[in-house]
């Protein structure tokens, strides 16, 4: 028996192009993600077939009886043979906010039955079938699945991850109002955009990385704020705090990102944001590409 728990990263998208979009409908992208230090837990545990479970300070904003990536992904993947598991989402994240909490809990997922599998004697090979297994689930999950900083092209399935992503001090902002991303996708009025342009030499220089992003865009920024005009005050709001280098929304939004110069400048940033808008989700977090994939084994 075991019992192991996963960390889900919030995926920010420090940059967002939709440079398209298929005849069946899906937008093609070109986006720059990175890995934040907040995010949700999963625990399995194979001696308790209870099904899916949510607990954390944003689990009541969850149905456990409604659809949910985490049983869907079990589901799918670890098959009425290998005997029962036991799901619980602590959910730290709020949900629909553009940072990737339901994919990211999606691969987190699949990082434990991997890992599960690979004990029980019954590994699973990362094919182009169980890619698309897993693409099917959501297109975000599976540049969640390594929680490595990557350029990401199509419509999530070409991923090309990037060494030496510089450490970006952030604060995470959520004004407590979902915008659904069919929604915000279909208030984009032009569908082909320009690429982003050419990567920095220097991914470790986080001065260089910043400028190359302000010169970049999330072009689903504008129509988000157009159907949820408080995003934009949480952009103001972040640009006017000082020390704060580039702000810019992640995904279809509605959480916002600031860029600071070290962590104390964001920590400190977070905790004035949060005094004046008591009613917003607030993070300090880092971006490091630091690893945080691993299943952590529970005694």
Not at 257 to 268: E, K, R
Request: with cysteine.
């Amino acid at each position: 028996m075991a019992r192991l728990r996963v960390f889900a990263p919030a995926k920010i998208n420090l940059a967002l192009h939709v440079v398209g979009q298929r005849a069946d409908g899906y937008h093609l992208l070109d986006t720059l993600v990175g890995f934040a230090s907040v995010g949700d837990w999963i625990t399995l545990d194979t001696d308790k077939d209870r099904g899916l479970s949510i607990q954390g300070p944003e689990g009541s904003a969850l149905d456990p009886a409604a659809p949910n990536l985490v049983l869907q992904t079990a589901m799918e993947f670890w098959g009425k043979g290998r005997g029962v598991l036991g799901l619980t989402l602590d959910k730290h994240l709020p949900v629909s906010s553009g940072i990737g909490g339901g994919s990211a809990d999606a691969a987190a997922t699949f990082r434990g039955l991997l890992w599960l599998m690979e004990h029980m004697g019954k590994p699973l090979t990362l094919d182009i079938e169980v890619m698309k297994r897993l693409l099917s689930l959501g297109a975000d999950v599976p540049m969640c699945l390594t929680c490595d900083p990557a350029r990401v092209q199509g419509i999530g399935e070409r991923i090309a991850p990037l060494d030496g992503l510089a450490k970006l001090p952030l604060v995470l902002v959520n004004p407590r109002v979902q915008v659904a991303t069919p929604t915000v996708f279909k208030a984009l009025t032009e569908k082909t955009n320009p690429a982003m342009s050419t990567l920095p030499a220097d991914l470790g220089d986080a001065q260089a990385l910043t400028l190359w992003l302000a010169a970049q865009r999330n072009d689903l920024q504008a129509p988000a704020i157009a159907l949820a005009p408080v995003i934009g005050t949480v952009l103001d709001r972040l640009a006017a705090t000082s020390g704060c280098m580039l702000s810019r929304m992640s995904g279809s939004g509605a959480t916002c990102f600031g860029i600071f110069p070290d962590a104390a400048q964001a920590t400190d940033a977070a905790a004035r944001i949060a005094q004046d808008n008591p009613g917003w989700w607030v993070r300090a977090a880092v971006l490091d590409g630091q690893d945080r994939a691993a299943p952590e084994p529970i005694s």
